[in-house]
């Protein structure tokens, strides 16, 4: 789906506060609010717009721990392995991916004790072959 300028705006808005009001939308569009509430149901109707999330405070998130977690996994156990990890709420983010890996993982924990357990929660998973950890020392950016 093709988006128009507008749309691209309304979303960038969003991005940054997804809690903001139609009428500061509209505001910030110079738009009105009708057209901003137009806009966003097409966005949610078509799949654009999935959900609206939580981001963690700064305060909170710089005290978490993060890791990335490359998973090898076997083959005919890979759904299963993802059902699993699913289940452990630390994992913040699940891709599946090219190379010598099949999974990589985002484990956000409060303490490094913490993912030392949710590693070890993870290698005895049936189907996970190995893994490899690397901590993460300072986020540059998000996007």
Known sequence: ????????????ILRCNARASVSDLARG????????QNRIAKLENSGVIKSYSV???ETYASGLVSVHVSLKVTPKLRQQVSIALRKIHQISQHYSISGDYDFLAIIRAPSLAQV???LDDICQLDGVER???SLILETIFTR
């Open 1 to 12: 789906m093709a988006l128009s300028e507008k749309d691209e705006q309304l979303l960038a």
């Open 29 to 36: 569009l110079n738009v009105s609010r009708t057209t901003v």
């Open 55 to 57: 981001e963690l405070g």
């Open 116 to 118: 030392s357990q949710i």
């Open 131 to 133: 893994t490899n950890s």
